[in-house]
């Protein structure tokens, strides 16, 4: 059985910093590729970043990049976004997602992803 666990989201001012974690069970990190996805109010649920499989590539969304990074440790089976620089824009739902059967092409496509979290609220305030 396949699990998805964020944390480390919360309520930080415009500027500051925060370090999700989502810590995967039943699913190899080695064999999937793993995603962030974001979902503000009355908005749909959106890219964020991602880390490929089978290249390691990091692509990222236009609004987050050079703010935002993503990792992942194999061996502790967690995947992280490192979050900079924050705006209130960013505030949403963020959510860890994973897939084994994922192209490069499809990173950024949520129907990619076979497996979801349960998410996580960052709130930014100015």
């Known amino acids: 059985q396949v699990q998805l666990v964020e944390s480390g989201g919360g309520l930080v001012q415009a500027g500051g910093s925060l370090r999700l974690s989502c810590a995967a069970s039943?699913?190899?990190?080695?064999?999937?590729?793993m995603a962030w996805f974001r979902q503000a109010p009355g908005k749909e649920r959106e890219f964020v970043a991602a880390?490929?499989?089978?290249?390691?590539?990091?692509p990222y969304a236009d609004s987050v990049k050079g703010r935002f990074t993503i990792s992942k440790d194999n061996t502790k089976k967690t995947v992280f976004l490192q979050m900079n620089y924050l705006k209130p824009e960013d505030t949403a739902v963020y959510y860890c997602?994973?897939?084994?059967?994922?192209?490069?092409?499809?990173?950024?496509?949520?129907?990619?992803?076979?497996?979801w979290g349960q998410g996580t609220q960052v709130t930014v305030s100015s």
């Open positions: 039943g699913v190899s990190l080695i064999r999937s590729a």
């Open positions: 880390i490929s499989q089978r290249t390691g590539s990091t």
């Open positions: 997602a994973a897939g084994e059967r994922i192209i490069m092409s499809q990173l950024r496509a949520q129907s990619a992803y076979d497996f």
